[in-house]
């Protein structure tokens, strides 16, 4: 079996069931910009990665980047948190199980 950590049940979610509002408060949720957050909440993932010794991680491109007033800066977002994905891969020899498109969670 290939273990892995999921992006979004540990980084994303806010805690949240049908019995009350979400509990969970992040410090990457703090940042000043969306981009600015995203990259700490990368730093914290592969921080969290590298001490449970998990070989592996997986998300949805909306786990990793920041959502956008337009398709086009939505994917400079994910370019650009692809590449600090990559690096923080090469620096701490996590891998990639895999990573997928969010296509049903988005309102529109």
Request: glycine share 10%; net charge negative.
């Amino acid at each position: 079996l290939r273990f892995a950590v999921a992006y979004w049940h540990s980084f994303c979610g806010n805690g949240a069931d049908p019995f009350g509002p979400g509990t969970r408060a992040y410090p990457w949720d703090a940042g000043n910009t969306a981009l600015g957050r995203a990259e700490a909440k990368a730093d914290a993932a592969f921080e969290f990665f590298t001490k449970l010794g998990v070989p592996y991680y997986c998300f949805h491109d909306v786990d990793l980047a920041p959502d956008a007033d337009d398709i086009g800066e939505y994917e400079n977002n994910l370019k650009h948190m692809v590449g600090i994905a990559k690096q923080r891969q090469a620096d701490t020899g996590i891998k990639l199980l895999w990573g997928t498109a969010n296509l049903f969670s988005h309102p529109r």
